[in-house]
């Protein structure tokens, strides 16, 4: 259908300008000011994750607006939680018997374990996806892992990013594809029920939130109109 083909062109276009904003921040911002690459980095997440929304159809509203403010602020809460690492966290493990040099990479890779399980949590408001929650936080452990194994190098902070923004972005559109092709279908983006003239915000099938655009009433058999 012709709507399918635009929203998923769409999304591949959403998906590779999100790659390469990831790129162009991990190498040219974040190795020359920590602290506005970071900033940007979440912009970038709140961008593509708004992209995601608009072609979902999602509807405006608290769970949309709480998943795009937690990640937009992303150079705020990351540092903060950084310094919380290092100084309450890696004193800490230092009783588990780890080398000194893995005290500090171990503190950073649960800080940012942390912070991957509240993004899934997050993303999993505004999408109503268990494929996204799983997709992210499978990422971030992938990218926790990547920190303690090489010690967080140039080289493997820039591939992190990459292959983070990558497959949060990839997930959120393949989500927004389906959606956008369940609201025009009118069916639930969980079970696949007919949800067409359903009043309220729930599925009656699956008892799901509806959290995109309702679809149109369902049409009666047409009336014969008078001689």
């Known amino acids: 259908m012709p709507g399918e083909s635009t929203v998923a062109r769409s999304a591949v276009g959403v998906w590779l300008l999100a790659v390469l904003g990831a790129a162009a921040t991990a190498h040219w911002v974040l190795p020359f000011d920590a602290q506005a690459g970071l900033f940007a980095l ?20 608290l ?19 950084q310094d919380f690492g290092a100084e309450t966290l890696a004193p800490h493990i230092g009783s588990w018997g780890l080398p000194q040099s893995l005290l500090e990479p171990v503190a950073y890779a649960m800080v940012l374990l942390a912070g991957g399980v509240a993004t899934s949590a997050m993303l999993y408001l505004g999408t109503g996806s268990a494929a996204v929650f799983w997709h992210v936080l499978v990422l971030t452990g992938l990218v926790a892992g990547a920190s303690i194994s090489h010690q967080d190098t140039p080289t493997t902070t820039f591939a992190a990013i990459i292959a983070w923004h990558a497959g949060a972005a990839g ?16 069916v639930c983006t969980r079970c696949g029920e007919d949800i067409r003239g359903v009043s309220n915000s729930m599925c009656p ?15 009666g058999p047409p009336k014969d109109r008078a001689a």
């Not at 769970?63 to 939680?81: N, S």
């Open 205 to 219: 099938s699956c008892k799901g939130a509806l959290l995109c655009s309702p679809p149109a009433r369902k049409m």
């Open 63 to 81: 769970t949309a607006l709480l998943p795009l403010a937690w990640v937009a602020g992303f150079g705020m809460w990351l540092p903060i939680a």
């Open 171 to 186: 997930s959120l559109l393949r989500w927004a594809t389906h959606a956008a092709w369940a609201s025009r279908e009118g």
């Open 42 to 61: 979440g912009l970038l997440c709140m961008a593509y994750t708004l992209a995601a929304f608009g072609l979902a159809r999602r509807t405006a509203g």
